[in-house]
């Protein structure tokens, strides 16, 4: 194929900061091999899509967008689609028989082989989904704002959840080397990053030669500036003491938790092949809170999951109550293809899935409201990323506990470290002032 025909790209990401971080590498492989990014999808020769699979919706809205783009490719021949990523690595060329006018399939770990494809290079097909074909070391670090970033970890997952499509589509658990890590940590703080997150499926069973997750935060804070830093997301049946004390004794770790739930039945988890029981899930959150007085713990929860009685839903809003989270992602169970729930009976009625999940979403509301105005009268130090998304005169930054805090003051930039005193608070942001007296 002409590397000529096609000189510009559109790309859209879906899903989760693993696909915008290979979304950006991917950018910046097609632009170092001279393809030209636009942010008109008119403009654009060739139209990447970055997909997710992980639940039914994420992969219809892709299907609708390349419904929608089918006319437009079809009066404009010389415009090629690409879809990428875990709904490509999942469908393979099934998605050519659903929309005919993708030309290009390429799975979770031949992403970064699209200039070859185009350039028609050896060892290339359009539609690639075998895996072991990954550069690991290409994984750039990605910027959120101009001051907070995501440095990936770990890519895969050998979990198998059995509601769960990752493993599948994104294989199995690889670390990245500590080294790369480092040196990726260094390059966000060295252009102005102060905050930086550390991704990974199940980032607590990180392990590079031996060394453990709690060994390479200590590793990434001895060895560069970071002045504050996060990971996410924690498997509870990994969580460990160890880790607990690093975030509890290293003034640095920003005192934020993401410890997906799930449910709060026993019963289920077993069922979703979660491992850990919900004593031991309550038992973490006890020596986290124990530790540290000053803790924001957010989860991931699944309604209507096969089997799921009023009673086990009523033990997942028990266990809700209980934790008292800051925040949750909450979602109905969707059939996964190829998963091992997939052979369960789908039996409970979409009804009684949105019943229950709106229930969940109201009390996990009131929840979020009295923890957040629990912070009231409190200090926190907040890092500035901007204006306020409805108003412009009032600036936006991020507690250490990961919320969102507005306020009004003159002179502060985005990218400083401020301290606030909360005034006000909702479900969803805090208000305050700046505190004069520190
Ligand atoms: N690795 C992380 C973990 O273990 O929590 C997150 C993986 S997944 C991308 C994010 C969340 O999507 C999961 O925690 C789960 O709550 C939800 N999820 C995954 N599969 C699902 C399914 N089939 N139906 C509904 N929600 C699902
Ligand atoms: Fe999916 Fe479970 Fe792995 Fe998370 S830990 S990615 S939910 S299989």
Redesign the pocket.
């Known amino acids: 194929m002409d590397k000529k025909k096609i000189k510009t790209f559109h790309i859209s990401t879906y899903g989760c900061q693993m696909n915008l971080a290979d979304s950006s590498t991917l950018v910046s492989t097609m632009t170092s091999r001279g393809f030209q990014r636009v942010d008109d999808e008119s403009k654009a020769d060739l139209i990447i899509f970055n997909t997710c699979s992980v639940r039914d919706k994420a992969e219809q809205r892709v299907i609708g967008r390349l419904g929608e783009i089918k006319k437009f490719v079809k009066r404009k021949p010389h415009v090629k689609v690409a879809v990428v990523g875990c709904m490509a690595q999942r469908l393979g060329d099934e998605l050519t028989k659903i929309a005919p006018h993708v030309n290009y399939v390429l799975g979770t770990d031949r992403i970064f082989e699209l200039p070859d494809v185009l350039e028609g290079n050896e060892n290339t097909a359009p539609i690639m989904t075998a895996f072991g074909h990954e550069d690991m070391d290409l994984i750039e670090p990605i910027k959120e704002t101009p001051f907070s970033g995501f440095v990936t970890i770990s890519r895969g997952?050998d979990?198998?959840?059995t509601?769960?499509i990752?493993?599948y589509v994104r294989g199995k658990e690889r670390a990245h080397a500590v080294d790369q890590i480092v040196r990726n940590v260094n390059r966000l703080v060295n252009e102005g990053v102060i905050e930086i997150t550390l991704l990974g499926?199940?980032v607590n069973s990180y392990n590079y030669d031996g060394l453990d997750f709690p060994d390479l935060l200590k590793l990434v804070l001895s060895k560069t500036n970071v002045p504050r830093l996060r990971f996410m997301?924690s498997?509870p049946k990994d969580l460990s003491e160890k880790l607990i004390d690093v975030i509890a004794n290293e003034p640095r770790m920003m005192p934020h938790i993401h410890l997906?739930l799930?449910s709060g039945s026993n019963r289920i988890l077993k069922r979703m092949g979660?491992v850990y029981k919900v004593e031991h899930y309550l038992s973490i959150v006890e020596s986290l809170r124990n530790k540290l007085d000053y803790l924001s713990i957010t989860t991931d929860l699944i309604v209507g999951f096969p089997t799921e009685k009023e009673e086990d839903f009523e033990q997942t809003l028990e266990v809700v109550r209980r934790v008292k989270y800051d925040s949750a992602f909450m979602f109905r169970y969707s059939v996964r293809p190829g998963t091992t729930a997939s052979r369960y009976d789908d039996d409970i009625p979409e009804e009684d899935k949105i019943r229950r999940l709106n229930k969940l979403i109201a009390l996990q509301q009131k929840i979020a409201t009295e923890r957040n105005q629990r912070e009231i009268g409190q200090i926190r130090f907040c890092l500035v990323e901007g204006k306020s998304r409805r108003n412009e005169d009032t600036q936006r930054a991020r507690s250490e506990g990961n919320k969102t805090v507005l306020f009004k003051a003159n002179n502060i930039k985005d990218g400083q470290v401020v301290p606030l005193r909360i005034t006000s608070a909702d479900a969803f942001t805090l208000h305050g002032v700046i505190e004069e007296k520190i």
């Open positions: 997952c979990n198998y959840c509601y769960c990752v493993p499926q199940n997301t498997h997906p799930q979660r």
